[in-house]
Structures are given as structure tokens and as C-alpha cells.
């Protein structure tokens, strides 16, 4: 008994699932899942909600403006430099964003000076140990589709 068919496709099928195996789709899809993370976090202070959708603390003194919508001083009619995040390491084994505030921690985990007696409200911008599901789901969307189109080639 002889066997015919397209032996290319099978072969191209065998290599493509051991490109995926290796994970080389991996650097693309953190790249992509990085620039959806400015996204997430871009929401996040539109509607003044946390990662897992919980509205910040109100402002103790309300001013009219957005919480955490600070000028940019050196920038006028730009976004304060809190809310101005990008994505500084990509890598087979992950993505990292950063804020460009060196002020970023202390709103992100909240702050208290024992002497003076001065607050900073917690009114988290990135997840911490726990994804939640939207970011979650996002990031699952987005590597499925790297490792679909890398199965189609």
C-alpha cells in the first residue's frame, strides 16, 4: 500500500509546531502585550479606576480636575508625567512598563510620614502579584494570535 498527498504541508506543519514549542512567537506577543498595557493603564486614569475596576479614593479636596491629572510643568498641554507610562524591557520572558515619575511608588502602594503625619492615598494604576481578568484575558488574546499566525505561515 503506498501513501500520496502533500508531504510540504506536513512537514511545514511539523516545523511550525516546533517554532511554537520553542516559543519563538513569545518576544512579539510580550511586545504587543506591553504596548496593551499602556492601553489598560491609559483607561485606568480615564475612568479613575483601579486594574480590577474599584474607583480610586476621591480627592480630599476637590479641585475640579481628574485625581492623579497633574500638570506637566516642563510640558504645558501635556499629560502630568505620572500618567505618562511606556514599555522599557521586552524579552522571550516577559515585558516591563515603567511610570516616568520617580513620585510613581507612593501613589501606586500609598505612603505615610510617621513625623509629619502626611498622606498618600493607595490608588493602584498597574496589578501586583494578582492579574485581573481583563488583563488577563487580553494578554491570552494577544498570545493566541501570535501563536495562530505562527502556525499559519
Wanted: charged share 30%.
Amino acid at each position: 500500500m503506498s501513501v500520496t498527498g502533500d508531504f510540504d504541508k506536513i512537514a511545514r506543519w511539523q516545523k511550525n509546531f516546533e517554532a511554537v514549542a520553542r516559543g519563538e512567537y513569545r518576544e512579539d506577543a510580550n511586545r504587543d502585550c506591553g504596548k496593551a498595557t499602556l492601553e489598560l493603564v491609559r483607561e485606568g486614569f480615564e475612568k479613575e479606576k483601579d486594574p480590577f475596576g474599584n474607583p480610586w479614593k476621591p480627592k480630599v479636596i476637590p479641585n475640579g480636575t481628574k485625581i492623579l491629572h497633574g500638570p506637566n510643568r516642563w510640558k504645558p498641554y501635556t499629560p502630568g508625567r505620572l500618567r505618562i507610562f511606556r514599555v522599557i524591557k521586552v524579552s522571550k520572558d516577559g515585558f516591563g512598563v515603567e511610570s516616568m515619575a520617580s513620585y510613581f511608588n507612593p501613589h501606586q502602594f500609598g505612603f505615610r510620614h510617621n513625623k509629619s503625619k502626611r498622606r498618600i492615598t493607595k490608588r493602584q494604576m498597574v496589578p501586583g502579584n494578582v492579574l485581573p481578568i481583563r488583563w488577563s484575558s487580553t494578554y491570552a488574546r494577544i498570545t493566541n494570535r501570535h501563536i495562530k499566525a505562527m502556525l499559519m505561515r
